[in-house]
């Protein structure tokens, strides 16, 4: 998200200050020190130990604390965590603690006030036994916000992938966010697969970053069957039992090969394993690498990864990331919704995220 919303500021002649940026995982913050900075590096941790507070209460001491740090911000970022929204979690489902998360978002609008607010997270999350997304809506309105809430395809928006999500973007001080059009590509062709990765087939291996997970004997064998007869979905008898109990399971694109010719399916965490979606490379016996599904969530390939030692480090920060393009469409909605109002005289967009 703040790689998309500097070239999205960049793009309209401004700069960006992030004076703030929150995740709680110490070795995905490395990755982000790697290609960013942000003014307050010390308050990255659990967004919830700065936001501490209920909705619609007096701030607390931290709270006024990070509200004299930070200072005036005009864009407010958040993708808050999505698994228990997401119809692949069969678990908890709706359940999920960190569901609650969605929520700490207003708090910090509450507390920064800032001009725009943009929060990311899949479809589904308007289901949440929590109502995150209505409650949302009602109190950034009763702030003074006007509000939209588009589901928005990542392949219209230029990204090679059927990635499809939740935006909430709230912006004050405009007649009407509607009258700003989210930018899609609707008469362009959609990007392929091929158009995103097709130079990287034989890359060497010379980094995690560069290889692929080594398949199980059982699932070499899926992928081999795929190859030789020229198959993209696994026939119901070569398929683990679990997958086997229905013939109209609704897990069709696991352990299912990618198609040169299409978008990707959405990548997720998983995008090394062949049971946990079509991740299954069209033309070698292997899976994505995390350069290629890197390449599929539209990150350049000079974004540093370096510090990441384990592959655990980048199917999370690769998987869980909202893809740049996607980010940058909707921070130029915001920016230009405002009319330049949400940008400072000096030209400086301040951003937390």
């Given at each position: 998200m703040t790689l998309g919303a500097i070239e999205a500021a960049r793009s309209l002649?401004?700069?960006?200050?992030?004076?703030?940026?929150?995740?709680?995982?110490?070795?995905?913050?490395?990755?982000y020190d790697a290609n960013f900075s942000s003014k307050l590096a010390t308050l990255r941790a659990d967004v919830s130990d700065r936001f501490d507070g209920a909705l619609g209460t007096p701030l607390t001491f931290r709270e006024r604390k990070t509200r004299k740090e930070v200072g005036k911000i005009d864009l407010l970022l958040?993708?808050?965590?999505?698994?228990?929204?997401?119809?692949?979690?069969?678990?908890?489902?709706?359940?999920?603690?960190?569901?609650?998360?969605?929520?700490?978002m207003l708090r910090a609008v509450e507390v920064l006030e800032p001009r725009a607010v943009i929060i990311e997270n899949v479809?589904?999350?308007?289901h949440a036994t929590n109502r995150a997304v209505s409650r949302s809506i009602n109190k950034l309105?009763?702030?003074?916000?006007?509000?939209?809430?588009?589901?928005?395809?990542?392949?219209?928006?230029?990204?090679?992938?059927?990635?499809?999500?939740?935006?909430?973007?709230a912006a004050k001080d405009v007649e009407s966010l509607s009258a700003a059009k989210l930018e899609t590509r609707r008469n362009a062709k959609v990007r392929t697969l091929r158009?995103?990765?097709?130079?990287?087939?034989?890359?060497?291996?010379?980094?995690?970053?560069?290889?692929?997970?080594?398949?199980?004997?059982?699932?070499?064998?899926?992928?081999?069957?795929?190859?030789?007869?020229?198959?993209?979905?696994?026939?119901?008898?070569?398929?683990?039992?679990?997958?086997?109990?229905?013939?109209?399971?609704?897990?069709?694109?696991?352990?299912?090969?990618?198609?040169?010719?299409?978008?990707?399916?959405?990548i997720t965490t998983g995008f090394g394993s062949p049971g946990q979606g079509r991740y299954l490379h069209p033309s070698r016996l292997r899976t994505l690498t995390p350069h290629e599904a890197a390449r599929i969530q539209f990150f350049p390939d000079w974004f540093d990864f370096s510090s990441a030692r384990h592959?655990?480090?980048?199917?999370?920060?690769?998987?869980?990331?909202?893809?740049?393009?996607?980010?940058?469409?909707?921070?130029?909605?915001?920016?230009?919704?405002?009319?330049?109002?949400?940008?400072?005289?000096?030209?400086?967009?301040?951003?937390?995220?």
């Open positions: 002649g401004y700069g960006v200050e992030v004076v703030l940026a929150m995740e709680l995982d110490e070795q995905i913050r490395r990755i958040g993708g808050p965590p999505c698994q228990g929204n997401s119809n692949l979690n069969n678990h908890t489902r709706r359940r999920d603690p960190k569901n609650s998360l969605y929520l700490r479809p589904d999350v308007r309105r009763a702030l003074g916000y006007d509000v939209e809430d588009p589901v928005v395809s990542a392949a219209q928006l230029g990204v090679p992938q059927l990635r499809t999500r939740h935006a909430l973007v158009w995103a990765i097709g130079d990287l087939v034989d890359e060497a291996s010379d980094s995690v970053l560069r290889r692929a997970s080594k398949l199980s004997e059982d699932n070499e064998k899926r992928a081999r069957y795929l190859h030789d007869n020229d198959e993209f979905d696994l026939p119901n008898p070569l398929r683990p039992e679990c997958h086997r109990d229905k013939p109209d399971h609704r897990y069709k694109s696991m352990y299912g090969r990618l198609r040169w010719d299409q978008p990707a399916q959405t592959r655990r480090v980048l199917a999370d920060c690769i998987g869980n990331a909202v893809p740049p393009k996607m980010a940058f469409a909707l921070v130029r909605l915001a920016l230009q919704a405002t009319h330049g109002a949400a940008v400072p005289s000096q030209a400086s967009t301040h951003v937390a995220l």
